[in-house]
Each structure stands twice: as C-alpha cells, then as structure tokens.
C-alpha cells in the first residue's frame, strides 16, 4: 500500500492484528463514549523508528472520517530559530538547536499548547513539518472531526512542559520496541534516503540514538490505556504495562 507521510510517498506493509484488534477497538469505544459538544483528544506516542504516522494514516482511513489524526512535527521551531538558538548541554557547552532537531528542546511545546486548547471548541488550521523543505509549514489541514489523534515521539514524556499537554489526552497509547531493532530501522531509513550507511550510522548516535533512548526512558507509561510492542517483523502485540 502506497501512502504520503510528511510529504513523502512511502510503500508500507499493513499489520493487520494491530490495527484492526488492538488499536481501533479500543479508539472506536473511546468515540462512542464521547458523542456530543467539543472536540476530544487520545494521544500516540513512540520513539523515532516505530512508524507511528504511518499507523495513525492507516487508523484515519480505517475510522474514514470517524478520526482524524495528526501529528506534532509541525510544532518544531522554524528551522532560522533552530539556527539561531542554543541550549546549555550538561556539560556547561553551548549546543546549537539544529544540531538536536527533534529533541524535545526543538519544539514549541507553548504553541501546540494554545493550539490544542483553542482547538477543543472550534476548527482550527494545524501546522506540519515538510520533509522536502526540511521545514514546517503553517495553515495545514482544517481540523474538524469530533475526535482526533495525535501522534509524536514526546506526548507522554514525564518532563514539564510536555507533561502539562497530558491533560488534553482522555485516551493514552504508547509504542516500545527495542533500541537495537529501532537503531536499524533507522539508519535503514536515512540510507534509502540517499545517506551513506556510514554517515547514516553517525547520524543515529548524534540525532535518532538519543531521542530513541529518551522516550523509552523519560515517558510516563503508568497509566497508559494500551501499551504495545513492536517485534522484529514490525507487527504490534499488546503488553501490560509493569
């Protein structure tokens, strides 16, 4: 099956078990409950690797115009901001944003803050991140479905302010998957895009590495409605959560 994600056409297998007998019976109980005024919101969050906007796609046709799913990628910061802002690292150095892009520091966690509040009572238009401009674009998709999910590596990370956005959320679902086979989905990716398998490789130890290891570590999975798994395959089983 052929989708575009981000701007770009990708070819994808579909894992049938996890879409349709894990995550859409759980997110259909979750619409039924909430018929009526206002908008509602269940988050997906999951490292880089887990392909969670390919999975929030096949749920949005799956649901077909039932739930509109989103994503969070167009809440980085422009890319002239990421040039031009730093952050101090914890060894007291200046690290430059864009040389972290995608780290939760690289967001503007306030915007999709007011967004989202501003969103439960009326349509608004929703950013996006552009992977051939390498850059977000305003005015995106109208939001107007009664239920929404929305996708992003940081939505359950137990650090302020991302934890504050965890109050928008009435259902949580949230993607594991070990950091060795995420580690080569990912430099598989950034090869298929034209990197050499070398400075792909260097790329994950700067970049996707340590956002991989941060979300598995740092997000709140206490009372997550559904934890799943991702095997070697890239199919998706139901894990309790500990």
Known sequence: MKITVNGLDQEISYDRHGIEDLLAPLLWEWIAETRGAGRHYAFLAA??????????MLLERVFDGELQCLGIDGFHYPQEVLNTRSIR???????????????????????????????????????????????????????????????????????????????????????????????????????????????????????????????????DLDSVDLLLTMDVNGALHERKAS
């Not at 915007?111 to 989202?116: H, M, V």
């Open 89 to 219: 690292g914890e060894d007291g150095r200046e690290i430059s944003l864009a040389s972290i892009k995608g780290a939760p520091e690289t967001f503007d966690v306030a915007g999709l803050e007011r967004l989202l509040t501003r969103s439960h009572t009326e349509d608004v238009r929703w950013p996006f991140y552009d992977r051939r401009l390498h850059d977000v674009v305003e005015g995106g998709d109208l939001i107007t479905a009664h239920n929404v999910l929305l996708e992003g590596n940081w939505l359950l990370l137990d650090e302020e302010p991302w934890s504050g956005l965890r109050r928008h959320a009435e259902r949580t679902i949230f993607i594991e998957a070990s950091s060795d086979l995420l580690q080569e989905r990912l430099v598989n990716r950034k090869v298929a895009g034209g990197l050499s398998r070398a400075d792909a490789e260097a790329f994950y130890l700067r970049s996707d590495g340590p956002n991989v290891a941060r979300t598995l570590s740092g997000s």
């Open 47 to 56: 490292p880089p690797g887990t392909g969670k906007s390919t999975i929030a």
